[in-house]
C-alpha cells in the first residue's frame, strides 16, 4: 500500500498506550503527523483554536467528555473532518449509534486490524 502525503491525524484516547499502539501501527501505511491527546476536552479546544486534522480517531469512554459528547460539539462546528471511533465497547448500540454521526465514517474495535486501516486510509486519499 503507498503511503500518502503530509496528513494530520488526530488522536484521542484517555490511555495513552493505546495512543502508542494506533500511531505505531498506522504509521506504516500513512505518512501523517499524529497529534496526541488524552482528553477530548483539550482536543476539542485545539479544533475550535484553528487547529484542524484531516482526519480524528478516538475512543469512546473517556472521563470528562465522551467521545460521543466530543462528535456532538464537532458537528455544531460545521466541521467536515472524518471521525474514526476505536474501541473496546462490544455493545450494539454503540455501534448502531455510531452510524447516526455523519462525521463517523469507521466504528472498528482495538486494536486496529488491516480491513480497519484500509477503511481509513481510503477516507485519507
Not at 102 to 121: D, E, M, R, S, T
Amino acid at each position: 500500500m503507498e503511503n500518502l502525503i503530509a496528513k494530520q491525524i488526530l488522536l484521542i484516547d484517555d490511555d495513552y498506550i493505546n495512543h502508542i499502539i494506533t500511531k505505531n501501527t498506522l504509521a506504516k501505511y500513512i505518512a501523517a503527523e499524529f497529534a496526541q491527546y488524552t482528553s477530548a476536552t483539550k482536543a476539542l479546544i485545539e479544533i475550535q483554536g484553528g487547529k484542524l486534522p484531516d482526519a480524528i480517531i478516538m475512543d469512546l469512554n473517556m472521563p470528562k467528555m465522551s467521545g460521543w459528547q466530543f462528535i456532538e460539539e464537532l458537528e455544531k462546528l460545521n466541521l467536515e473532518i472524518p471521525v474514526f471511533l476505536l474501541t473496546y465497547s462490544i455493545d450494539d448500540k454503540d455501534m448502531y449509534r455510531s452510524r447516526s454521526y455523519a462525521l463517523v465514517k469507521g466504528y472498528f474495535n482495538k486494536p486496529l486490524n488491516q480491513k480497519n486501516i484500509n477503511h481509513i486510509v481510503q477516507h485519507l486519499q
